[in-house]
């Protein structure tokens, strides 16, 4: 594996009123790797999604991700830049295709005009036409191809969980952002996901930051995690160290208990 970083997150402090959501919060993210971001509720872990992702501007602290400094740049500059990002909550729309709700990451890539699309020209109906089979490359990639046709409300959660991930993919991103993706899925749903993370790492060669709070499959899925607790970095290290760390067990036992956070 490549350990040049891919990105790195420099004293991010953010604020809002007298709430200190992230205070010098610093972690290295290496190339084609997978990093949890973990933390109790509250910790500030969307918060510092928001940061690298361009939704939030912090107070001070940097993010570089290919020679730019996110906290600059507006959140579509952030996602032409090869950043994208699935959240916890879905936001497929229902009524449309798993291909239609899969197309919409091919905006940023569209080189056709307004005009040219709307006026259905050859070049446009030609790239269309392109990404369309691309995006149904990855469908079928990510075990979706049967369900193209069909309406994505239609299907169940689970499913619909793994759209959201195929969507994100289908941004063809360098780096992908996953806001806790197995959250609400059966173990069996779980385990799935956690394989299509992997498979969109090893085969794919893009690096993940997750948030998620499925321990078991955090430490069996990532290769470093970085623990975070009121705002502040608490730990950082293999899924091992991490989970032998008396801060981080006292973060989520409440106690001085030693034992091991569980992990597969």
């Known amino acids: ?19 200190t ?36 501007r912090p107070a001070s602290g940097a993010v570089r991700y290919a020679g730019h400094d996110l906290v600059e740049l507006p959140p579509h500059r952030i996602a032409a830049l090869g950043v994208a990002r ?33 006026l259905r020209l050859p ?11 691309r995006v149904r490359e990855i469908a079928d990639f990510l075990d979706l191809g049967a369900h193209w046709d069909t309406p994505a409300g239609l299907l169940p959660y689970g499913e619909r969980k793994r759209i959201e991930l195929a969507r994100a993919v289908a941004a063809e991103p360098e780096l992908l ?16 996901m956690a394989r299509q993370i992997r498979q969109v790492r090893d085969e794919l060669g893009v690096t993940v930051v997750l948030i998620e709070h499925d321990m078991p499959m ?11 607790d009121f705002g502040r970095r608490i730990a950082d290290g293999s899924p091992s160290e991490v989970s032998a760390d008396p801060d981080v067990i006292r973060a989520y036992l409440g106690t001085d208990d030693t034992t091991p956070v569980e992990h597969a």
């Open 1 to 19: 594996m490549n350990t040049a970083p891919a990105l790195q997150v420099d004293g991010l402090t953010l604020r809002f009123g007298g709430v």
């Open 21 to 56: 959501a992230l205070d010098d919060v610093s972690f290295t993210v290496a190339q084609s790797s997978i990093h949890a971001l973990i933390g109790p509720n509250g910790a500030g872990k969307s918060s510092c999604f928001n940061v690298i992702s361009g939704v939030y």
């Open 86 to 118: 699935a959240f916890q909550n879905l936001a497929l729309a229902g009524g449309q295709s798993v291909g239609d709700n899969l197309m919409v990451a091919r905006h940023h890539l569209t080189r056709a005009g307004f005009a040219a699309t709307g």
């Open 123 to 133: 070049s446009a109906r030609a790239e269309e036409r392109r990404h369309r089979a």
């Open 177 to 192: 952002l996953l806001d806790e993706p197995v959250a609400g899925m059966n173990h069996h749903e779980s385990q799935v």
């Open 218 to 228: 955090v430490m069996s899925l990532a290769d470093r995690v970085t623990v975070l």
